[in-house]
């Protein structure tokens, strides 16, 4: 397999947790926390896929801030807006199990959704879906 087809493999993972994420409070069981962790996921196997179409290995880590560091430090260009995204990483840990942290509200949600769909948006136009 070819690292555009690795990548390929990357941002199909990516879009079902953009999708969960987008399918939203179905019930009062399902916390937005969790919705966002789902967006969160999607945009850091967004970057992963990123690096791998552009021949870098992804490192091991949740850090959204980080992936983007990687990119850079390899010649990508990202611009603010994806930058931007790097306030999504407090949900790949810390609002994932119970805990002291302000709960999530429909907004917050919203917002992160948008980034989410944002990112993918430009992945997918830089490596050709």
């Known amino acids: 397999m070819n690292n555009k087809q690795k990548a390929q493999e990357w941002l ?16 009062n069981e399902i916390l937005y926390e969790d919705l966002c962790f789902d967006v969160q996921q999607a945009v850091e196997k967004a970057l992963k896929a990123l690096c791998i179409y552009n021949s870098v290995v992804p490192p091991k880590t949740h850090n ?34 119970p ?14 959704l948008e980034i989410g769909k944002t990112v993918l948006e430009w992945i997918e136009k830089i490596t050709g879906k």
């Open 12 to 27: 199909k993972r990516a879009r079902s947790n953009l999708s969960k994420a987008m399918s939203g409070k179905s019930s």
């Open 64 to 97: 959204i801030e980080y992936l983007i560091e990687v990119l850079e430090n390899n010649n990508v260009a990202v611009t603010e807006e994806i930058i931007n995204s790097k306030i999504l990483t407090g949900y790949a840990v810390e609002t994932r199990y």
């Open 99 to 112: 805990g002291d942290y302000e709960a999530v509200d429909e907004e917050e949600y919203l917002n992160a």
